[in-house]
DNA sequence: CGGCTGACTAAGCGCTTGCTCAGCATGGTG
DNA sequence: CACCATGCTGAGCAAGCGCTTAGTCAGCCG
């Protein structure tokens, strides 16, 4: 297990405390490799509970349910990478150095945390309907916020963008298929495919590098 | 439905007459409509086999089982994807123009196609072993084809690549991801977006356009 | 007409699923 | 010491799963 562990992403939330037993971490984290691996439906309650060392009916004690799991793990999968996104947008530099900073980061987010990124990205479809309303409106902030950033772009000369939007939906596109095809055995590191990545979008956005 | 119904990838497939009788044919349909919205293991036989109009039992006369229905979407649309690129790779013109129509048909493809698309490209995991290894084929060739014509591009001075491997990733990787984000409600046609990602490609591979 | 075939259905089998519940061990508190 | 809250387990329930089976029926052939 090379890609970093679910905890971090909890550990570091903005809640303060460190309130949750060491044993519902486990339970994330049994998820999300799961969840990843084989996908919500194919995942059963046995097979968290067992990785996490312990038996089905421990599982409810800590989550109300299989998709209460779920809920968790993508809300705060979205909003560390809304984090992550406005940290870089509003970093310093010009907008050409924020944008590669951002792509750099977001890229290699990907790649380090490919699980959580999986299960962020492509398990949408099994989240409860109030979760997904939650989940929906992270994801409507973090496209904003990179397409305000190709705006600032173009308004300074920087970039020449014909369409903001299929611009902002192409740079965000790129980072979030690496959850999908990075492995262990990518011979690019995360930050080596960040800086190429990175490198490209530019490019793309008619930069002059 | 505004999607390309699943039964034309099967219809013009190169086995030559249509002998499949045309229950098969709503079984498929209904199963990739299914599994795209759903996911697999989220799709029931019972399903399928409504939509279709019929017994569940009756899905046992066309297909020997669930995965089997997947198998075939799932290598029918490779097959499909594979000719388009090698079609788009071997046509006429320079490597940049023959890029740019590569991208612009693999793009509109995956939006008009999406609901095959979603099962191709985020149901691998969920094909029995033997169907896996044959689709796994097909996608090297494919990202092959990609690598192939950035070389060429390279090679007579109209691209500007580093990492020939890493440019062909993200270039199938913007057009794979279309099918997970593309709706009814996109306001792009799959044509539009297929000009205009074959515009941000050509500048992200370091072309002058 | 009788006999046969191929597409189909109603019923349901064996199994797995998400989840529940009664009960047990542990450790802190009076 | 008794008491209880907490975290957990073993057993198991109701529902739903993929798939099978026995049998129906329309249409074709001689």
């Known amino acids: 297990m090379t ?20 044993a519902a971490y486990r339970l994330l984290q049994a998820a999300v490799e799961s969840f990843a691996e084989r996908g919500f439906h194919a995942t059963t309650t046995r097979d968290i509970a067992t990785a996490a060392g312990m038996s089905p009916a421990a599982l409810y004690i800590h989550y109300q349910s299989k998709a209460g799991l779920l809920a968790e793990i993508s809300q705060a999968g979205h ?3 809304l984090e992550l996104v406005r940290g870089a947008a509003a970093g310093e530099g010009d907008p050409a150095e924020r944008m590669r900073r951002l792509v750099e980061e977001f890229t290699a987010w990907h790649a380090r945390a490919r699980t959580v ?3 962020v990205n ?3 479809h099994a989240l ?5 309303a939650v989940v929906a409106a992270l ?8 397409s305000a950033l190709i705006e600032a772009g173009v308004a300074d000369g920087a970039f020449q963008v014909s369409e903001v939007r299929t611009a902002a939906r192409a740079v965000t596109s790129l980072g979030i298929d690496v ?3 990075y492995t262990d055995r ?9 800086r190429r990545y990175g490198e490209l979008v530019l490019r793309m956005l008619g930069a002059r590098v």
Not at 128 to 132: F, I, T
Not at 186 to 194: K, M, R, V, W
């Open 3 to 22: 890609s970093t562990p679910i905890a971090d992403l909890w550990r570091t939330l903005p809640d303060g405390a460190d309130t949750r037993p060491e």
């Open 79 to 81: 909003a560390a990478t």
């Open 117 to 119: 990124g999986r299960v």
């Open 122 to 124: 492509y398990e949408l």
């Open 128 to 132: 409860p309907e109030d979760a997904y």
């Open 139 to 146: 994801r409507l902030d973090i496209e904003r916020e990179v």
């Open 179 to 181: 959850s999908r095809w």
């Open 186 to 194: 990518s011979t690019e590191t995360p930050d080596e495919l960040g």
